[in-house]
């Protein structure tokens, strides 16, 4: 079992460019989140799936797109990044009991 | 909707010493609490969770936590820390249900030898 896989891992991108950040698991939770982490302000959450086809906004959405055409998947698209989106983003799955398990991260810099 | 509150940001303590770190949270319904910690440059991974029953959960490493209703708490404590404690603990608050996580700030306790 892998777990929760992201990819990448380190990413630089200038302003303006566009990019998606993966996320794979292979334990068939239909439950999916994006968090983001910025130091001294915890993890908010942008985006969460509750399973194929279904998607909702969290606490900070803006400027983030994702979609979830398979239980496996759930990329997260930054359409024009801006460095107000340099940050650590965490991609978590739950089998349905708030158990959630973590990818490792994508830490991502907008110069 | 629900809020975490973590009222320390950082704590240094010595090793072999005893530590609490404490959480308050906020919701007009009931909830399920949650300790995760995080180690150096890794993702999140849970600690120990409060869901229903006994209000004193416990992790395999030695933690636990008591869930306090009228005070609307969820402290984490220790009664002796090692160096390898040294982390990010971040308390999490949902409703029942499977509505997502909402984490506090978190609290970087560093374990002094």
């Known amino acids: 079992n892998a777990g929760v896989t992201q990819t990448p891992k380190f990413r630089i991108l200038k302003i303006g460019q566009s990019m998606t950040l993966q996320c794979t698991q292979d334990?068939?939770?239909?439950?999916m989140y994006w968090y983001r982490q910025d130091p001294g302000m915890g993890l908010k959450l942008i985006y969460y799936?509750?399973?194929?086809?279904?998607?909702d906004k969290g606490e900070v959405p803006n400027g983030y797109n994702v979609s979830r055409s398979t239980t496996e998947d759930f990329p997260l698209r930054l359409e024009l990044a801006a460095p107000s989106q340099t940050s650590v983003y965490f991609c978590a799955s739950n089998p349905g009991a708030n158990v959630l398990t973590f990818g490792a991260g994508s830490r991502l810099t907008v110069l | 909707a629900q809020s975490v509150t973590q009222l320390d940001s950082q704590v240094p303590v010595f090793e072999e010493a005893p530590v609490e770190l404490r959480c308050n949270y906020s919701s007009s319904v009931s909830v399920y609490l949650f300790w995760y910690v995080q180690y150096p440059n890794q993702g999140l991974q849970l600690l120990l969770k409060?869901?229903?029953?006994?209000?004193l959960v416990e992790s395999i490493n030695g933690f636990e936590a008591e869930f306090n209703k009228s005070q609307t708490s969820f402290h984490l404590r220790k009664p002796s820390v090692h160096i390898s404690d040294t982390a990010e603990y971040f308390c999490?608050?949902?409703?029942?249900?499977?509505?997502?996580?909402?984490f506090g700030k978190g609290t970087r306790l560093s374990v002094i030898a």
């Open positions: 334990m068939n939770h239909n439950y």
């Open positions: 999490a608050v949902s409703t029942t249900g499977n509505t997502p996580l909402v």
């Open positions: 409060y869901l229903s029953g006994s209000t």
């Open positions: 799936s509750v399973g194929a086809g279904i998607t």
